[in-house]
């Protein structure tokens, strides 16, 4: 029997999540109250959110507070630790 009938449907391909990426403002890399951590690549405040608080896990600087997030023009989340 000939198939060359028969449609066959491909799935779109899934879109590709891009870990956020953070960026220190500080330029000499301080963690510490007042710096502002930068965050692209975030779809959403809690993602960005997320994002912050492993970089600061990693760093061993979990006792540092984040202000709330503000989402900039271009996209990107700026986080000010307290």
């Known amino acids: ?3 060359l009938g028969t449609v066959f449907k491909i799935p779109p391909a899934k879109k590709q999540r891009i870990m ?3 960026t220190n403002r500080d330029e000499t ?6 710096v502002v951590l ?3 690549g975030a779809e959403t405040e809690n993602e960005a959110v997320l994002a912050i608080e492993n ?5 061993r600087k979990e006792h540092l507070e984040l202000a ?8 990107i989340y700026e986080v000010r630790l307290e």
Do not use: D, F, W
């Open 38 to 40: 930068a965050v692209s």
């Open 55 to 59: 970089y600061l896990r990693v760093n």
């Open 1 to 3: 029997m000939n198939n």
């Open 68 to 75: 709330v997030p503000e989402k900039c023009e271009n996209g």
């Open 29 to 34: 890399g301080r963690l510490e109250p007042g």
């Open 20 to 22: 956020p990426s953070i």
